[in-house]
DNA sequence: GAACGTATGTTACTAGCGGTAACACCAGAG
DNA sequence: CTCTGGTGTTACCGCTAGTAACATACGTTC
């Protein structure tokens, strides 16, 4: 129907939305998430109007690269996830894959987290939507892997999605400060999670007073 | 000292400050954390160069504003954390106090949340302090109260700290989640929670593939 | 081959932002 | 009375996201 035109010219077109894309790419990876439309221009040799004829605003270009990041780590983070293991070895795999994956490249890491976009117009108070759209995407898989594998008795499907964006929420917040302070390596980080996870914090003894009280 | 010509004077400063603080809490709770400080002063029925002076640039107004609301929810934590109590119960009234705050003011925990700076001076890139600062003090604190009162072995020090950047994560995003999708009642997210801190996920059995396989 | 649509690319502009310089005013202290 | 230190202004800077207007090259279609 209309795939007669498309072939030549369009095909062009998605080419150049590529090498911007990667033009982009670049920048942000050096300038971090606050590049602006102009530099990411400038390194793909061309002006600003261009960016905007291809993705629409700056939302628009940010969403198409955080696109190929986040299906890249949810990728990744599958393959751990499905690995024929233990539970609890696959769930450190996952742990592992994640944090490794934020460690090699924490400037693309902290564009995907924070969008930090403003986005002057429609700032209603749908405070559900301002959150990366990353974490949400994990949250909802694991939700989703947690409900296939596991019995949990009635109330299964709820319980699993609370249980998704609890995990992945867990797991971003102790590596951002994990890599922000390095603590401790990266092993030692996915056994203290996992054990937390094992139910480690439920059975751990009170403390007493002092000793000899 | 320099208590003498302190008295009049700066204490009208103070009382300005406090002034421009309660007029800018007004306009982030209509406007979101996107409020410009041209609308801050509006509202405050001055000029910008005013709001310079007393907070130095747009960060220090951030800062000062954030720091009376993460200062009141921290004070609500801690009474929840601190009650005479089972572990399992502390726990639960410390996920509800948090959800509930979240629940009574998204825009405020928006704010906190969401710094949104952008902030377009020192850009390094490091990773670890771009996130909310009341995120990591959460985390301080509750590693603290998990140090002072679990006994956790060998490591114990950094386990804690692990484990109160984990939690302080799992409860933010499980709420984030829940405030925007509101899948079930606060009573269910903080039971399901809990649940997951005490091991239910180690706990529960695998899926068997199909019914009579 | 001519006409057309669609891509590419430009310069020049708007509106708004955070932030600042220069200036005026008014109250209390010496 | 003068000096200091607060309050307040207008007018500006450099930057940003985003747009209008215009020129040009290529591929398709008649």
Redesign the interface.
């Known amino acids: 129907m209309d795939t007669t035109q498309r072939t030549e010219q369009q095909r062009s077109a998605d080419r150049r939305r590529r090498e911007l894309l990667e033009a982009a790419d670049r920048v942000v990876l050096r ?2 998430p ?1 590049a602006s439309m102009n530099a990411i221009a400038a390194e793909a040799g061309i002006t600003k109007p261009i960016l905007y004829r291809h993705f629409g605003d700056k939302g628009g270009l940010y969403a198409a690269l955080a696109k190929r990041h986040t299906d890249a780590l949810l990728d990744s983070l599958r393959a751990a996830l499905d690995a024929p293991a233990e ?2 070895e696959r769930v450190e795999a996952t742990l592992d894959t994640y944090l490794a994956a ?1 460690e090699a490249r ?2 693309v ?2 564009f995907l987290m ?1 969008p ?3 986005s ?1 117009g429609e ?1 209603g ?7 990366a759209p990353l ?2 995407r994990m ?1 909802e898989e694991l939700a989703q892997v ?1 409900e ?5 008795g009635p109330g299964s499907q ?2 699993a ?3 998704g ?10 590596g ?6 390095r ?2 390596s990266r092993a ?2 996915v056994r ?2 996992a ?14 007073g002092g000793p000899g009280f």
């Open positions: 300038d971090g606050q539970r609890r934020i924490p400037q890491y902290r924070h930090s976009d403003g002057a700032q108070f749908d405070v559900g939507k301002h959150s974490l949400r949250g947690i296939d594998r596991l019995d949990l709820q319980l999605r609370v249980w964006h609890g995990i992945v929420g867990m797991m971003h917040a102790a951002d400060w994990w890599l922000g302070e603590p401790c030692e980080l203290s999670l054990d937390l996870l094992w139910g480690r914090l439920a059975a751990a003894g009170d403390k007493v």
